[in-house]
């Protein structure tokens, strides 16, 4: 007897039936970019479909995202004062801690706002940390997104995203965190972040390209899958509640290793390259742009991630594609 695995293909309904990777809305994060000013919506050009906002304009474009039942944001902040210590970053008036207490007194629990806690844009330089002879110096750095973070937390942010690769953030962030009242402030680590190219187009859009130099002396090569496990298990035991790996589309072999190496919820960042070159070639008319942009969320979901942040995650709702 011949074995026939496509007698489980042959109708919708049983594919359907049969599916063993399903995607929810419930997984997806919404990436926002926050500048100051009111009344801007200005559009990102590497990245087609994603703006630059004020508060304003956030506001009402967050309550249309909600009604498509995104309900997690991912917040950048943008366009503030640029210097060598980064103290914009932690100002409780930042744009970001400003936009986090508008978001909050609209919609309250029934948005879950997340801000990105890093330094590289709010820096001359454009590092994600504080530079000493050409050198990211990693304790003071902590201590700035420590701060940076509780601003944040006391403007009412439900969880913060350290992206910077300091060694010893997460605990630093954790104990300021929980020194001053903010124990209930969730902390996702961007625990296996990459040096990567494909990071472009978003620091185009968050004006936070490094000036001189790269960031290999901090943020991870590519080249090393065990060293992630290294990275992650460190930010699980300083006390991280998601970890991330980010990029995702490059790195689906980390992201299942590390499904298989930890329990905490894994989540994934399909960033801003990966967003813009589906959205070229669809341009393009090379690609069928919606048929790729769902077979990469299914392939992060069988990967392993728990969590999906992505630039697509509007437009999907928006046009029904899981539907
Ligand atoms: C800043 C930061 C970056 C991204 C998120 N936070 C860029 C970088 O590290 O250079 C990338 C996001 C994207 O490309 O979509 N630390
Ligand atoms: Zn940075």
């Keep these: ?49 994603v703006s630059h906002f004020s508060a304003d304009t956030l506001l009402k474009d967050v309550e249309k995202s909600m009604k ?28 970001v801690a400003n936009a986090v207490r508008e978001l909050k007194s609209a919609f309250g629990e029934d948005l879950y706002v997340i801000t990105d806690v890093c330094t590289c844009a709010y820096t001359t330089h454009g590092h994600c940390g504080i530079l000493h002879q050409d050198y ?10 420590s701060k940076m973070a509780l601003s944040h937390a006391q403007a009412g942010a439900d969880m913060v995203a350290p992206s910077d690769m300091m060694d010893g953030r997460i605990l630093g962030i954790r104990e300021k965190l929980d020194q001053n009242g903010m124990e209930n ?24 390209a490094p000036g001189k130099g790269d960031r290999k002396a901090y943020q991870m090569d590519f ?19 998601i970890l991330m790996v980010k990029p995702a589309l490059a790195y689906l072999d980390v992201i299942h290793r590390l499904r298989e190496s930890t329990n905490l919820p894994v989540a994934c960042y399909n960033v801003s390259g990966e967003y813009s070159m589906v959205k070229a070639a669809g341009a393009k008319g090379w690609i069928d742009e919606q048929k790729v942009i769902m077979e990469n969320m299914y392939a992060f979901s069988r990967a392993g991630a728990n969590i999906i942040i992505t630039y697509h995650a509007r437009e999907i709702l928006e046009k029904g594609w899981m539907d």
């Design 185 to 208: 402030t969730a902390i996702m680590s961007y625990s296996i972040k990459f040096a990567s190219a494909y990071y472009g187009p978003f620091r185009e859009a968050a004006d936070s």
């Design 223 to 241: 080249r090393n899958p065990r060293e992630t496990m290294r990275e992650s298990v460190l930010d699980e035991h300083e006390g991280a509640d």
């Design 136 to 145: 990211v110096q990693n304790d003071p750095t902590v201590q700035i997104l």
């Design 1 to 49: 007897m011949l074995i026939r695995p496509r007698r489980l293909r042959k109708s919708s309904v049983l594919r359907e039936m049969v599916a063993e990777t399903r995607l929810s809305k419930d997984m997806f994060i919404y990436p926002y970019f926050v500048v100051p000013g009111k009344n801007i919506v200005h559009g990102i050009d590497a990245m087609p479909g």
């Design 68 to 95: 498509l039942g995104l309900n997690k944001v991912l917040l950048f902040g943008v366009g503030e004062e640029k210097t060598e210590d980064a103290s914009s970053s932690f100002d409780k008036n930042s744009v």
